[in-house]
């Protein structure tokens, strides 16, 4: 059995993403379901193995351990992994400044 890592979600995480969703279906409903439905396969994907994603030079100046995983073309998640878990931090058009905390 493989071993799957606990996903847990920052509360700023929810309202950011839906942010995005919301801002996008202005312009395209279709386009509004893919940012879901990548978003649904990323955290999938970090439940499996977050390891597969590369840390985050951008914001490890003090060596913190976030990762990113980029997904819907443009979007970032920013998470750390602690044992068999993992925080996603924050979520973010890579076309802003992300601000981890």
């Known amino acids: 059995m493989e071993k799957r890592y606990r996903i847990l979600l920052a509360a700023r995480v929810r309202t950011q993403f839906l ?3 919301e801002f996008l279906s ?3 409903i279709a386009a509004a379901k893919q940012l879901r439905n990548d978003f649904k396969s990323t955290l999938l994907r970090l439940m499996n193995n977050p390891y597969q994603f ?5 914001l490890n100046p003090e060596n913190t351990p976030y990762r990113k995983a980029i997904f819907g ?3 970032k998640l920013l998470f750390i992994i602690d044992g068999e ?3 996603v931090d924050s979520v973010a058009d890579c076309r802003q400044e992300i ?3």
Not at 54 to 58: K, V
């Open 19 to 21: 942010r995005h969703v």
């Open 26 to 28: 202005r312009v395209s």
């Open 54 to 58: 590369p840390i985050d030079i951008d």
């Open 73 to 75: 073309k443009r979007y």
């Open 99 to 101: 601000i981890a905390y």
């Open 85 to 87: 878990s993992v925080f």
